[in-house]
């Protein structure tokens, strides 16, 4: 699994189809962040915009490879081991991103709360932060998964399901996303800091379902 996994990463950046999705996510961060803004309202809509962000990696990792040389992995590999390494290495991705925009969000911004009336200490702001972003990129590799092949197998089809299905996670009552960053909004407000444990276990148990179901399905019709 080692060998897939280096194999899928070293796909990714020789192919540099994973600039675009992060020149998206930069943007949204320079939109949205600023320096001296609350730190917790900032890690919210750094989280928020990882998202559609891990769902694009994950169906760049997935669609990266030219069908020979996917049917050649599969046939050495296995086709359910071949397409877990995909998923792996576009969440892994997203995870990264995640990881270094709450870094740097958490140091420009301002560790107050909404009003600027309470201080928000910047070391536990930063970890709720980290873990909202992992809810979200857990249910944007979820999306991904089930919005390309072998789930989804015409482009026409897939990314508009795609931006839909990432909008839908974001903004739906229930979805771990919304309660990951809607509880570090609140706290922002209040000044606590939130530790989004439950949000992030559903986003796990979502993304495991998601990629149980894109393996089964990619073992079926590569056969």
């Given at each position: 699994m080692t060998a897939l996994l280096r194999y899928q990463a070293a796909l990714l950046l020789r192919s540099q189809r994973w600039l675009p999705p992060v020149i998206l996510y930069a943007a949204a961060l320079g939109i949205g962040v600023q320096g001296g803004q609350p730190v917790l309202d900032s890690l919210g809509w750094a989280a928020a915009m990882l998202l559609p962000v891990a769902a694009w990696l994950v169906r760049i990792c997935v669609t990266?490879?030219?069908?020979?040389?996917?049917?050649?992995?599969?046939?050495?590999?296995?086709?359910?081991?071949?397409?877990?390494?995909?998923?792996?290495?576009?969440?892994?991705?997203?995870?990264?991103?995640?990881?270094?925009?709450?870094?740097?969000?958490?140091?420009?911004?301002?560790?107050?709360?909404?009003?600027?009336?309470?201080?928000v200490p910047p070391l536990p702001a930063g970890g709720a932060g980290l873990l909202a972003a992992l809810v979200c990129a857990l249910l944007g590799s979820a999306v991904g998964a089930l919005t390309a092949w072998p789930v989804l197998r015409s482009p026409g089809r897939a990314v508009p399901a795609l931006l839909l299905a990432a909008l839908l996670a974001l903004v739906t009552s229930g979805s771990p996303a919304r309660a990951?960053?809607?509880?570090?909004?609140?706290?922002?407000?209040?000044?606590?800091?939130?530790?989004?444990?439950?949000?992030?276990?559903?986003?796990?148990?979502?993304?495991?379902?998601?990629?149980?179901?894109?393996?089964a399905l990619s073992s079926r019709r590569s056969a």
């Amino acid at each position: 699994m080692t060998a897939l996994l280096r194999y899928q990463a070293a796909l990714l950046l020789r192919s540099q189809r994973w600039l675009p999705p992060v020149i998206l996510y930069a943007a949204a961060l320079g939109i949205g962040v600023q320096g001296g803004q609350p730190v917790l309202d900032s890690l919210g809509w750094a989280a928020a915009m990882l998202l559609p962000v891990a769902a694009w990696l994950v169906r760049i990792c997935v669609t990266g490879e030219p069908p020979a040389a996917r049917a050649c992995v599969s046939a050495a590999r296995g086709p359910a081991r071949a397409h877990l390494a995909c998923l792996l290495v576009g969440l892994a991705a997203a995870a990264l991103l995640g990881t270094v925009a709450t870094l740097v969000v958490t140091l420009i911004s301002d560790p107050v709360s909404t009003g600027h009336g309470t201080p928000v200490p910047p070391l536990p702001a930063g970890g709720a932060g980290l873990l909202a972003a992992l809810v979200c990129a857990l249910l944007g590799s979820a999306v991904g998964a089930l919005t390309a092949w072998p789930v989804l197998r015409s482009p026409g089809r897939a990314v508009p399901a795609l931006l839909l299905a990432a909008l839908l996670a974001l903004v739906t009552s229930g979805s771990p996303a919304r309660a990951a960053v809607g509880g570090l909004v609140t706290g922002s407000r209040s000044g606590v800091v939130p530790l989004p444990l439950l949000p992030l276990a559903a986003a796990a148990v979502v993304a495991v379902a998601a990629t149980a179901l894109a393996c089964a399905l990619s073992s079926r019709r590569s056969a």
